[in-house]
């Protein structure tokens, strides 16, 4: 057995640098290796890192590891409370941050737009979106799937569900970087948090005017049932209203993105599982299943510990942060057969990418719905879709893995 420490030495070697950033799993790998439990100081003053699956797992589904006191770590990782205050206001008040009761509250009072009668209402308008949005590049013989279909697609969705318009959509996507470069920065910059509370203030002015339309006029929209819980006073106050329709609109953008663009870059660069559903396009929903698991969008999430407490060994204290290396423990082979492999036949992926417990994403399905659209119309339409490049351009974001360009060819 381990001997007991309260602060094991730190890591010798930064562990996220450009090859983490191109890829991380050789270095998932080895810490996985090296003992289940690692203190690093690169993240937010210091953390406790999990790699392995079970551990992973049973952080993210136990109360003690709280998601509510990471609000406070985020609002407090790049600047002085004064400057912050908006932003801190707001961001404590979203659904991602918020344990029990709160969290059961607002998600019972989210959950209807994505339940599966709500989403097979759906599938129509998303096949429409990616209709027109690859109808668009018939005559490129090069073009950016990230800037052209990954990007947008998501945007056009969420806003549906919500019921919003009006926004430019360039203008959501900036919001939305802003948001995932300071929450996804091991150690944000001053400067990423006022850009991250510029882009989130704007981002409630925008729902401000789009809550005044729907008082005007509701409709069944996701807003306008929102804005009818906050009458009821299900909903406590505009602070926590807006708060929820920001995290919305920048979950249902991020997460999406990354999984269209990691996914076909997987799928592509594995020309043989691309040609099995060339051949069997029902495979498309296991296939979205395993590329999560395979190349997670989100990388690692982080929860407070609330009371003192003795894991593999080391001791824990109150307020600790431990990071859950998601991108880790679905590479586990303690979990998987031949993690380091893609195989869209795997028989039960079981990623852990969208958390597990009562925090599971909010917007799963929406997003795995979202992909199987995607990737079937691509195949239906370019079936010798190829890369452009074998080299790709990885966004700069160890918790939000992405591409920032994937540039493809069809024929």
């Given at each position: ?277 060339q051949q069997d396009s029902s495979l498309v929903p296991g ?6 698991r395979y190349d997670s969008p989100v990388q690692y999430t ?110």
């Open positions: 057995m381990n001997a007991v420490l309260s602060r094991p030495p730190a890591a010798e070697r930064p562990l996220v640098d450009a090859a983490f950033l191109a890829d991380p799993y050789p270095a998932y790998r080895a810490l996985r290796e090296a003992g289940p439990i690692h203190w690093s100081e690169e993240f937010f003053g210091g953390a406790w890192l999990l790699t392995r699956h079970a551990d992973v797992e049973g952080v993210l589904r136990d109360a003690r590891f709280s998601a509510q006191r990471t609000g406070g770590w985020v609002n407090q990782a790049a600047a002085e409370r004064g400057e912050l205050a908006g932003f801190q206001q707001l961001f404590a008040r979203a659904l991602l941050f918020l344990d029990a009761p709160d969290h059961g509250r607002l998600r019972a009072l989210l959950q209807p737009a994505f339940r599966p009668e709500a989403l097979a209402r759906l599938k129509p308008e998303i096949a429409r979106i990616a209709d027109e949005l690859i109808d668009g590049l018939d005559d490129a013989d090069e073009f950016d799937f990230i800037a052209q279909v990954a990007r947008p697609l998501p945007v056009r969705v969420i806003s549906t569900i919500l019921g919003i318009s009006g926004a430019d959509r360039a203008e959501v996507m900036a919001w939305s970087d802003d948001l995932a470069a300071f929450i996804g920065a091991p150690e944000p910059t001053h400067e990423q948090a006022r850009r991250a509370q510029a882009s989130l203030l704007a981002m409630t002015r925008y729902f401000q005017a789009q809550i005044s339309a729907k008082r005007e006029a509701p409709d069944d929209s996701l807003l306008s049932s929102l804005l009818q819980a906050r009458e009821r006073g299900e909903i406590q106050g505009e602070a926590e209203l807006l708060a929820q329709c920001a995290m919305l609109l920048f979950a249902g953008h991020e997460t999406t993105r990354n999984l269209l663009g990691n996914g076909l870059f997987a799928l592509l660069s594995h020309p043989d599982q691309w040609a099995l559903l296939a979205v299943r395993e590329l999560l982080g929860r407070r510990v609330t009371t003192d407490l003795m894991l593999h060994g080391q001791r824990l204290r109150r307020g600790d942060l431990v990071l859950a290396l998601i991108g880790a423990a679905n590479r586990d082979p303690a979990r998987h057969e031949r993690p380091e492999e893609l195989d869209i036949t795997r028989a039960d992926p079981g990623a852990l990418s969208f958390g597990s417990g009562v925090h599971v994403c909010l917007g799963a399905a929406l997003t795995r719905l979202e992909a199987e659209v995607v990737f079937g119309r691509l195949l239906a339409r370019w079936p010798h879709l190829q890369l452009a490049s074998t080299e790709p351009r990885w966004c700069a974001n160890p918790a939000y893995r992405g591409l920032a360009a994937l540039p493809l060819r069809h024929a």
